[in-house]
């Protein structure tokens, strides 16, 4: 299986298979069964600044009440302390790469969490920063700006890895990609699944959509990946969104990156697919002569001739005009 070796954010993993940040990864136990069934690494559930402010009742805005912030305090440290023991708990029981993971849309007041998690153990650092930017007075550029401010303040704090993971709401994520690889990110992601509203019409009530992704999830994540891999080729990409099988693992690859994180295949079909993929890539490389995966990373990825164009196309006038 040495062929099935990948370098991704500086990480030696034994095959590209990583399962993504989701309740899958949120206990130590789940973990080594994860690494027991053949995964490369792992990127723990994310610790959400967001949730913690809620769950404390605090606001970031106007003043606080003693009793506010003492909560604010207390549910922090809670909260940080049990991610730690997780971290720390996963290193002990696995022994592949172990990726902590904080979901934060702020760039200060939290780094001291990167730090720790840094000092418990954590191979690396990935930062979810998912917002809606829905802002009547939003400003353009802003969204982007406070990924690398965020970025610039966690690589202050850490010397491990920093992996940034993206949404797929950007109309142009490769001049962010290029600035994040000036500023230090070692790897980034493309993409992070964002909740999809829906409306229940019998109670008018809010719902969550299919909170699984698809695997049509799958051509976004070619068409950024295969754009910037060739545009901002030397960091590295995972490759995150309908990864579902060998073949989209393999498409993936071809694309350019270097890892693949999966998470909705796993809660449909358990840790099956882990093997089942890293087979199929190992056949595959066998069957075009592949003997390691630098031999096809970014094959196909834009500066191929002619699939940048395939990748830039909005629209397929030909496929599209079948369809009377
Ligand atoms: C139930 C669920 C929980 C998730 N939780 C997180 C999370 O805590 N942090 C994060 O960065 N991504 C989270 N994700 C996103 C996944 O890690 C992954 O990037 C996304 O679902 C796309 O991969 P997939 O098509 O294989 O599901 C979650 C996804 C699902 C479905």
Redesign the pocket.
Known sequence: MKKLETTFAGLNLKNPFIV????LTNSAEKNRRWEEAGAGAI?L??L?EEEIEAESGWVQEGTHTEEQDYLFAYYRAHRLDEYLQLIKESKKQCTIPIIA?V?CFRPTGWTDFATQMEQAGADAL?L?V?SVCADLDYTYGAYEQLHLDILREVKKAVTIPVIV?LGRHFTNCIPLIHQLYANGASAV?L???MAAPDININTLTYANAD????PS?LHESLRWIGLASNRVPKLSYAA?????NGESMVKAILAGASAV?????L?RRGDAPIQEMLDFLGDWMAHNGYESLNDFRGAMNAKKQGSAAAFERSQFFKQFGRFE
Do not use: I, Q, T
């Open positions: 993504s940040s989701c309740n990127v559930k994310s959400f993971s979901n990935e979810n998912m993971k992601v993409f992070n699944r909170a699984l992704g698809h999830d995150s969104g309908g990864v579902v994180e999966v998470c909705s295949v809660y």
